[in-house]
């Protein structure tokens, strides 16, 4: 038997038009970045609407990076996520405070994996998200060393693009795989071919 389809998170949405075709792509997640460094963040009025476009069936993620609890909770209720990404150092309460309102994706990266992933995995609600050490820079993580440490049920991000992304899910078997920087015509604007190419990419290596 082979192994079952990671699920598929476009992250960077900033548009309902990007978000109705990323899910008639067959996305099964749209990320939507509410952290202020980033060039990809969008309000809480757009991630709402897109999100609307979309439908209830796939999942609205609210993305964070060193905000604190009431902004998280208040921005993730205003766009109406289904749940939240969480990066940055964050302590347990914390993530278990989101947790008892959302589903939580808690990023890692590589050299927290050992000692931190246990921890979260603990935690009811979480699961696990490894990305490189500058999300959303493009570069991938050498998956081959991370083989033999990677958790299961754990999602891969980092530097995935159509060209690449079987490759990394037969090295890793992730639960679900992330892509941005390179699924764009611009940021914060996403090239459809590009979107379509990785999602073809993701089925065809589990098939």
Known sequence: MSDPTPRIKICGTTSIQDAVHAA???A?????????ISKRRVSAAVAREAGLGVGPTVARVGVFLDQNLD????????ARVSAVQLHGPLSGGFVRAVADFYPVLRVLRPADLAA???LWQAVPGVTLM????????????DWDR??????????????????????????????GVDAVSHLEA????????????????VRGASA
């Open 24 to 26: 008639q792509a067959g």
């Open 28 to 36: 099964d997640a749209l990320g939507f970045i509410f952290a202020p």
């Open 71 to 78: 902004e998280v909770l208040r921005l993730s209720e205003a």
């Open 116 to 118: 931190e992933g246990p």
């Open 130 to 141: 490894l990305d490189a050490p500058q999300p959303g820079g493009g570069v991938p993580l």
């Open 146 to 175: 991370l083989q033999d440490t990677f958790p299961p049920g754990t999602w891969l991000a980092g530097g995935l693009g159509p060209w690449n992304v079987a490759g990394a899910i037969r090295v890793l078997r992730p639960a």
């Open 186 to 201: 611009r940021p914060g604007v996403k090239d459809p071919a590009k979107v379509a190419d990785f999602i073809a990419a």
